[in-house]
């Protein structure tokens, strides 16, 4: 039953979803499907009647009776046969996912028609598709992937369906931030006011599914956790371990599979390592079958020789070392509870990174010599993503000290700074 609009962060239209619905409705058939009243019973827009630019003048900064995506319709949306034929075309293409996904190709389909589909939900997918293809694509994929791991995993019928739904619908919060603010280059690319607005997209989605939906409370849960990391170093809450639920993990380890595939040139081995390079971070129940599809693929390539990698690693070490010193030396002096609180998950990041790169043992060698030619695909990879986490690690640090004096702050900048140059 949905909230009234009062006490409902839907109670006015969010411009952003609203933009992209109404440029969708210039491809696509998006209706009133009830009439539309504000708080005050003033009718705003009629049952039947299409969106357009109007509506959005009409909206603006109006609280409503009900939510605006409760009162749409796209007649032409996205619909069953809409997803069959996503993930057919995405089971036959040549991409990194083909090993993992072909050989549950007849079932993933299956199921795919079965998937019920909340009106809500095929609005912003409907959206979705006409205006962000790509955000289109990414769910369709996590919708294939979280499949796949589920029959892997021996699921019944109902966890397959979860799953899949859990895939699809997962980013549906992230129709509702600035589009500058996306995810197909924040993990990447994005500085960290950008990466602000962006930690809040699943929340959004969990309200959204909970709230608007009659959708499991597990699903919304889940959605809520697909950034979250087993080890307290994700977002939005920074949940580890146990508090992070079943399909959540699952979803997590969906969204960072994809996530380590968006460059070109990927392979799926790229995926594997960006799982496994650091302990306690995923659920390993869910990477398995990823690690096993990519074990049955053509090796990687390395983009330098031995040597090279070899000598990138040690210095990768110094830096590593130099930087866990200066985070020690930064929380002494620390003045405020919040910024003792960062320096301390970043210690404690920066301590699992190492303890992820002395496992593999990288690091177990006579110099840079002692690297294998044959093992220095697979050592780049690691590398690579080492010098991600560097980056995380800033962020993660940033998030957790939030609002400081300016002293606290330069010592953070000053923190920061080092952490950037040894992830360059």
């Known amino acids: 039953m949905t909230q009234p609009a009062s006490s409902s962060p839907f109670s006015t239209a969010n411009p952003h979803a609203l933009a992209t619905i109404l440029e969708a409705s210039e491809t696509r058939s998006i209706i009133a499907s009830r009439d539309i009243f504000d708080i005050a019973g003033i009718k705003l827009w009629a049952r039947d009647q299409p969106v357009s630019g109007a509506l959005q003048r009409k909206l603006l900064d109006r609280q409503l009776r009900n939510p605006l995506e409760s009162c749409l319709m796209a007649e032409d949306g996205v619909t069953a046969r809409t997803l069959v034929d996503a993930v057919e075309a995405l089971v036959a293409a040549d991409t990194p996912l083909a090993p993992l996904l072909r050989a549950h190709a007849h079932r993933l389909v299956h199921?795919?028609?079965?998937?019920?589909?909340?009106?809500?939900?095929?609005?912003?997918?409907t959206a979705g598709q006409a205006s962000r293809p790509g955000a289109f694509d990414h769910a369709v994929a996590a919708m294939a992937v979280a499949g796949a791991l589920m029959i892997d995993h021996g699921g019944t019928v109902a966890d397959l369906r979860l799953a899949m739904l859990g895939g699809l619908l997962h980013d549906l919060g992230e129709m509702y931030i600035d589009p500058r603010h996306g995810e197909a280059d924040a993990d990447r690319t994005l500085d960290f006011k950008s990466y602000q607005q962006l930690v809040v997209h699943p929340h959004v989605g969990q309200l959204l599914l909970s709230q608007l939906t009659d959708y499991p409370k597990a699903l919304a849960r889940a959605i809520a956790e697909h950034h979250e990391r087993l080890d307290g170093s994700g977002y939005p809450h920074a949940l580890a371990r146990e508090a992070v639920s079943p399909l959540g993990r699952l979803l997590a380890v969906t969204e960072a599979t994809l996530g380590s595939l968006r460059a070109p040139g990927t392979h799926l081995a790229h995926a594997s390592v960006a799982l496994r390079v650091v302990p306690c971070e995923f659920d390993l129940g869910w990477v398995g079958p990823i690690a096993a599809a990519a074990r049955s693929q053509p090796p990687l390539r390395a983009e330098c020789d031995a040597v090279e990698v070899g000598e990138r690693l040690d210095r990768l070490e110094a830096a590593l070392q130099s930087t866990q010193r200066s985070v020690d030396a930064l929380?002494?002096?620390?003045?405020?509870?919040?910024?003792?609180?960062?320096?301390?998950l970043a210690d404690h990041l920066l301590a699992r990174l190492r303890t992820g790169c002395l496992a593999s043992g990288l690091w177990g060698r006579e110099?840079?010599?002692g690297l294998a030619a044959q093992d220095a695909p697979e050592v780049d990879a690691v590398e690579h993503e080492l010098r991600f986490r560097l980056r995380t690690i800033v962020?993660?640090?940033?998030?957790?000290?939030?609002?400081?004096?300016?002293?606290?702050a330069q010592r953070l900048a000053l923190f920061c700074i080092s952490l950037k140059s040894a992830a360059s």
């Open 111 to 125: 199921e795919t028609v079965r998937l019920p589909l909340h009106p809500v939900a095929q609005l912003l997918l």
């Open 367 to 369: 110099g840079t010599g």
């Open 331 to 344: 929380t002494t002096s620390a003045e405020t509870p919040a910024l003792k609180a960062a320096f301390a």
């Open 395 to 408: 962020r993660a640090t940033m998030l957790r000290a939030g609002e400081l004096p300016l002293d606290d």
